[in-house]
C-alpha cells in the first residue's frame, strides 16, 4: 500500500454512484405522507446555514432531506437526533416548509422501522 506522498497525493475517488432502485423508498414514503414539505424542498441549503445544530456539529439538515428522499439510510437515525428542535430554520426556508415536523416525521419513521 503506497502512502499519500508516494502517490504525489492523487487517489482515485470512491465511487459516489447511487443505487436508487436498490435504495430503501419506504421511509421517504412515509415520511411524505406525514409531512408533504419533505417533496417542496430545493436543497437550497438556507437552513443548513442557519441551523443551531450545525454551528456545533457536522449536522446539515439539507444533507438529511437529500438522504431520505434518495433512500440512502445508513447512519441517519444517529445524525437526525442531533437537530435541536429550535425552529429557526423554519423562519427561513424560502419553500414554507415545516421542517421541525419534517425532521420529527423523520425520526419517527426511522424508530419505527429500527432503523
Ligand atoms: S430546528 Fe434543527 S435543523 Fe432547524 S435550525 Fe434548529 S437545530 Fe437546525
Ligand atoms: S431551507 Fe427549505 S428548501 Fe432550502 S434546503 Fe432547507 S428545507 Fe430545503
Redesign the pocket.
Known amino acids: 500500500m503506497q502512502d499519500s506522498a508516494s502517490r504525489f497525493g492523487y487517489f482515485v475517488s470512491p465511487d459516489r454512484q447511487i443505487d436508487f432502485d436498490r435504495n430503501n423508498h419506504e421511509v421517504a414514503s412515509k415520511v411524505a405522507a406525514a409531512e408533504p414539505g419533505l417533496n ?9 446555514a442557519t441551523c443551531t445544530a450545525a454551528k456545533f456539529t457536522d449536522f446539515s ?2 444533507r438529511i ?1 437529500l438522504q431520505v428522499k434518495r433512500g440512502e439510510l445508513k447512519g441517519l437515525a444517529r445524525e437526525a437526533q442531533k437537530c435541536m428542535l429550535c425552529g429557526k ?1 423554519q423562519l ?4 414554507g ?1 415545516s ?1 421541525r415536523n419534517l425532521i420529527l416525521q423523520i425520526n419517527r419513521v426511522l424508530q419505527s422501522e429500527n432503523l
Open positions: 417542496w424542498c430545493i436543497s437550497c441549503g438556507t437552513c443548513a439538515l439539507r432531506i430554520c427561513v426556508c424560502p419553500r416548509i421542517t
